[in-house]
């Protein structure tokens, strides 16, 4: 055997002990951590059965689909459907619709949990505390059709609680339901009463995890509460907040199909009409399957830009990103 034939010989037998090395050690903290594992186990399931599998679905956007032939059967035609939606003359209108509501999202929705949590951990009465958190939490188990029916019966125009008293006390009733001028912050300020108190829970499980002897601290040098929380609070945070930021922009082209669809009506139709119940009407009621998934996944790669490149300027910055 030559030198060389040795040489990789010794090399294969090297690469060969590390893989069953690696194999030994994989199986070892499988065996040492199975009830993690199992504890994991229907989550995994979860997102392996509704997430990933449903994912070979995507191929419809690029054939002419048909459930009669099935995706094995249906004819490819490409580019098709995504040059027929920028072509559409309704996708500037899906695309600012859709934009308007997120970015109204992020910029008062996001951080009012943030400031929820600031709040409730300057409080003492762990009491109090308590009361607050299990007010807040509660509209998020409320589906969105019962905060629909609440949103009618207080800001209806004849007959809502609200407009009720505007006229009791002589003031001129107001159009909320059917304003176009006011859907968007309608919208978000249903999302903020709805998931604000349950969006506090990250944020509070973060801040309770700062050193107190740092706040023992900055009271021996005179700092008040705003200086504690800007100081020592916000900072401790950060990478909680930036985490959350950079999801949620991977959720940009996503508004809430149900929320829009039970708000809407054919006087908010021009700003109401976002991608999500688009794909709806297209998919659903149209039948459009191969372009609703163009649409579905047109949105799907602005998010995941998105995210990669909020993640890669965060990188860059010095902070921890998501990956």
Do not use: C
């Not at 939490?137 to 019962?146: E, G, K, R």
């Not at 950060?238 to 930021?245: E, G």
């Not at 940009?252 to 809407?264: A, D, N, R």
Request: net charge positive.
């Amino acid at each position: 055997m030559s030198v060389t034939e040795q040489h990789l010989s010794t090399h294969k037998g090297k690469q060969t002990s590390a893989k069953r090395n690696r194999r030994t050690k994989w199986l070892s903290a499988l065996r040492r951590d199975r009830s993690l594992y199992l504890l994991a186990l229907p989550g995994i399931l979860f997102f392996l059965v509704f997430k990933y599998i449903p994912m070979w679905g995507i191929v419809i956007a690029f054939q002419d689909y048909s459930p009669f032939r099935g995706i094995q059967g249906s004819e490819w035609v490409g580019l098709q459907h995504f040059t027929a939606l920028f072509a559409n003359p309704d996708f500037a209108l899906l695309f600012r619709n859709t934009l308007a509501i997120s970015l109204l999202n992020l910029i008062l929705f996001f951080p009012f949990p943030i400031l929820i949590s600031l709040g409730l951990n300057e409080l003492r009465n762990v009491t109090y505390k308590r009361l607050i958190q299990t007010v807040i939490y509660m509209p998020h188990f409320l589906s969105w059709v019962i905060i629909a029916g609440l949103t009618f019966l207080l800001f209806a125009k004849g007959t809502g609680l609200v407009n009720e008293l505007f006229a009791l006390w002589g003031w001129p009733r107001v159009d909320i339901l059917t304003n176009p001028d006011s859907f968007w912050i309608m919208v978000t300020l249903q999302a903020m009463w709805k998931e604000a108190g349950w969006g506090t829970i990250v944020f509070l499980a973060a801040m309770a995890s700062v050193d107190t002897q740092l706040y023992e601290a900055a009271r021996m040098d005179g700092a008040g509460r705003l200086r504690q929380i800007w100081h020592i609070t916000l900072p401790a945070i950060r990478s909680v907040i930036i985490v959350l930021f950079i999801l949620r922009l991977g959720d940009i082209m996503e508004v809430g199909f149900e929320q829009i669809f039970l708000m809407y009506n054919g006087a908010v139709s021009e700003v109401a009409e976002v991608f999500d119940t688009y794909v709806y009407r297209t998919g659903i009621e149209q039948g459009d399957f191969s372009y609703s998934t163009a649409v579905g996944l047109f949105k799907s790669v602005v998010g995941l830009v998105l995210v990669v490149a909020a993640n890669r300027l965060v990188k860059r910055m010095g902070q921890e990103g998501v990956y």
